[in-house]
Each structure stands twice: as C-alpha cells, then as structure tokens.
C-alpha cells in the first residue's frame, strides 16, 4: 500500500478498517428492507383457506410495507412441496409461507420423514388467526340435521357416507378421524388436494360431509347449499348462536379443535427482519377493512411476537400426536 505522505500508517489503516468491514457485510445487510418484491409461498392450492389467509394479509402487508407482496400456490404432497420449497428459500426476508395446522403441527406427528423440518427449518414470524372447524353436511345427500342423527345413521351405514378432506394429514382429516374414534362411527375419508375442491365436490353431492374450516364453508352455509351441524371450539359462534359446539352435542367436554394459520420465513432471517414483518402483521390485523374481512371469513386475528408462535407449534405438536396414536390416524 502506498503510504499517504504526513499520515502515519497506524491511523491509516485505523481509518480504513471500517470502510473494510462495510465491504465485508452482505449486501442485503447494506440494503434498506424490503427493497423488491416478497414472495409468500403457500403449500395448497388456490381457493383454500391457507390461500384465502394469505391474500388478505399480503395484500395489506404489501400496502404497510409499500411492496408487492405476491402468493405463490406450490401445492401437493400434503403441503410438503411448498414447504420444502420455502424452507431451502434464501433467508433475506424476500420468502415468507403462511403454513396451517397440517403443514406444521400434523404433519411432524403423522408422518415418519418430512422433507422439511416444521421446528428448525423455518423462523416463526406470528400466530396469524386462528379459524373454526365446522360440521356440514349436503342435506340433499345425507338426512341428517342434528349430530346426534349423524351418529345414529353412521352407525347403521358403516363406511357408506364419504368425508371429504383437503387433504392427508390436515385438520380437516384428523378432527373427522377423531370424531369417529370418540363415537364408535364409520366413515370412509376421500381425500382432495385442498380445500377448494374438496368445498365444491361436496356441494355438488359427490361426497356428504366434511369437517372444515369457517374460512371456506361461510358462503354455502349463508346460501344455503350446506347445512352446520355443529362447531368443534369450546364455544357457540357468535354469527351462529343457534349451531351447538360438539362438545355440546355429544356430552364430550373435551372435544376442542380449531385450525390456524401462521406465517414464518426461512431460518437464517435477519431477527430485525422477523421483529419487523411480526409488528406489521400485528398492526396490519388491527385495520379496520382487514379486521372486518376476517370476521366476515369467520376467522379470528391472533396475532403476537415470533417466541408465541413457536411455544403454541410445539404445544399443538403434543396435542394432535396425541390425537393420532389414540384414534390409530395412518398416512393414506
């Protein structure tokens, strides 16, 4: 190095050496964030309650963040593709995945590999909302109107009324699973890769019930095409203070189940970046026209910091682990 004349070289080179760790930094360090687009992957089709979630809160993530947020559906395998996908994602805070119950709480418990690891693969962002499981049913198709008939007639049709799911290992199949296994009932299980078709099969009478989430049985139950035999939270739904909570209808205390959804980004993320995107989230929930959709979908805000996601995964580990060796739950 050619020395400066009249500069010592000991405050030379005491004068260069933050310029020389700046260099050293990564440049999404040096970068303001977020400075381009954000891709929020979803493991399910479109049409879901995952992607339903995810729209709603992108959209107006993007507007508080002043950056496109686009969904990116990568569905199939039980979520697992997406998952994956997000998880081997670069970790700058430019991935982001709203996963659900299946993708992060039973899927770790029901099956024995996982191309994703749901604890050490990915850092909790927020507990976004949490969504009631309901009972319906195609009355066209199956004539039963309250849960006490559903379980007398499954008892006398073994296996001839069809479930249908969004798909192995969700909530949607595991409550159903559950169900039968508290009743002593039968039911054959049709899977389907996401909610949206799965929705629209029962509609048409293909299949007769299902155990889903509020998110994507509100339009059909208001119109009429699906009946609501009961809800599977500890408690009444406020817009269907006439609908009993199964606990209620079968005299079981304990039959509690709601499904959630929340969002998480690539372990690695810069912690400034996942304190960020938690405190947007929390705020985005609170906006009026964003609170009021959610409630109109049927699902509740939650929301919260990155350490309550993580405790309430491991906990709804534990609780549907549970719930899948008691009820024999086997990947199909």
């Excluded at 050496?17 to 929020?40: M, S, V």
């Excluded at 993530?61 to 996908?85: R, S």
Aim: hydrophobic share 45%.
């Amino acid at each position: 190095m050619t020395r400066t004349p009249g500069i010592p070289r000991r405050l030379l080179l005491s004068a260069l050496a933050p310029l020389a760790a700046l260099a050293c930094l990564p440049a999404a360090a040096q970068a303001p964030w977020p400075a381009k687009p954000i891709r929020l992957v979803v493991p399910f089709p479109a049409g879901g309650p995952t992607d339903i979630a995810a729209r709603v809160i992108g959209q107006a993530l993007g507007e508080v963040l002043k950056t496109p947020v686009f969904v990116e559906n990568k569905g199939g395998a039980h979520g697992f593709i997406g998952a994956a996908d997000a998880a081997k994602s670069a970790p700058d805070g430019y991935t982001l995945m709203m996963a659900s119950i299946g993708t992060m709480a039973i899927n770790p418990r029901l099956y024995s590999k996982l191309p994703y690891d749901a604890n050490q693969g990915f850092a909790p962002v927020s507990l976004v909302l949490t969504v009631p499981i309901v009972v319906v049913v195609n009355p066209k198709v199956l004539p039963v109107k309250t849960v006490p008939e559903l379980v007398a007639y499954l008892k006398a049709n073994p296996n001839k009324v069809n479930f249908a799911s969004a798909g192995n290992g969700g909530s949607s199949h595991l409550v159903p699973e559950y169900f039968k296994y508290r009743t002593g009932t039968a039911m054959t299980h049709i899977p389907y890769k996401g909610s949206g078709p799965a929705v629209a099969d029962l509609v048409s009478g293909q299949v007769q019930i299902m155990f889903d989430t509020l998110l994507t049985s509100t339009p059909f139950v208001k119109s009429g095409a699906l009946k609501m035999l009961a809800v599977t939270t500890p408690q009444r739904l406020a817009d269907y203070p006439e609908v009993p909570t199964m606990a209620e209808a079968l005299g079981m205390k304990d039959f509690d189940a709601s499904s959630w959804y929340a969002m998480y980004a690539p372990a690695g993320t810069p912690a400034p970046v996942v304190q960020r995107l938690s405190a947007t989230i929390d705020a985005v929930l609170k906006q009026p026209a964003v609170a009021q959709r959610l409630a109109e979908l049927g699902a509740v805000p939650v929301g919260g910091p990155p350490e309550r996601l993580a405790a309430f995964q491991r906990a709804e580990q534990d609780k549907w682990g549970k719930v899948i060796q008691a009820a024999d739950v086997r990947p199909d």
